[in-house]
C-alpha cells in the first residue's frame, strides 16, 4: 500500500509561485503514475498534471500549460508541483494520486490519494 501526503499549498497574490510536494509512505512510488488533480467548489475535480512511472511522458491541462511544471524525485519518493504565474482560478483544494499503471487524467482510475492542499490565489 501507499499513503501520500500534500503539502505546500497556501495564499499567494496573482502573479507570484507555490511547490506542492506529495511524499509517500509504505512503498516506493518508482513504478506508480502519479497525478495532480484539483477541484475548486461548485465544480468537478479535475485533472491538472499527471506523469508516468519513468517520467518521460508528461500530461497538462490547457489552462495551466507553460505555467505549471510536474516532476518526480524516486529517491525521495516524492512528486512535486512547480506552479508559476497563478491566477485567481487556479483556487481550489489540490490532491496527488498514484496508480500503479499509465497515468491517467480520471480520478476514478486512482486508488491511492493525498489528503489535498489549499491554494488560494487572490487578485
Known amino acids: 500500500q501507499v499513503q501520500l501526503a500534500e503539502s505546500g499549498g497556501g495564499l499567494v497574490q496573482a502573479g507570484g509561485s507555490l511547490r506542492l510536494s506529495c511524499v509517500a509512505s509504505?512503498?516506493?512510488?518508482?513504478?506508480?503514475?502519479l497525478g495532480w488533480f484539483r477541484q475548486a467548489p461548485g465544480k468537478e475535480r479535475e485533472s491538472v498534471a499527471a506523469i508516468n512511472w519513468n517520467g518521460r511522458s508528461t500530461y497538462y491541462a490547457d489552462s495551466v500549460k507553460g505555467r505549471f511544471t510536474i516532476s518526480r524525485d524516486d529517491a525521495k519518493n516524492t512528486v512535486y508541483l512547480q506552479m508559476n504565474t497563478l491566477k485567481p482560478e487556479d483556487t481550489a483544494v489540490y490532491y496527488c494520486?498514484?496508480?500503479?499503471?499509465?497515468?491517467?487524467?480520471?480520478?476514478?482510475?486512482?486508488?491511492?490519494w493525498g489528503q489535498g492542499t489549499q491554494v488560494t490565489v487572490s487578485s
Open positions: 494520486a498514484a496508480r500503479n499503471m499509465e497515468y491517467s487524467t480520471f480520478p476514478h482510475h486512482y486508488g491511492t
Open positions: 509504505g512503498r516506493t512510488l518508482r513504478m506508480h503514475a
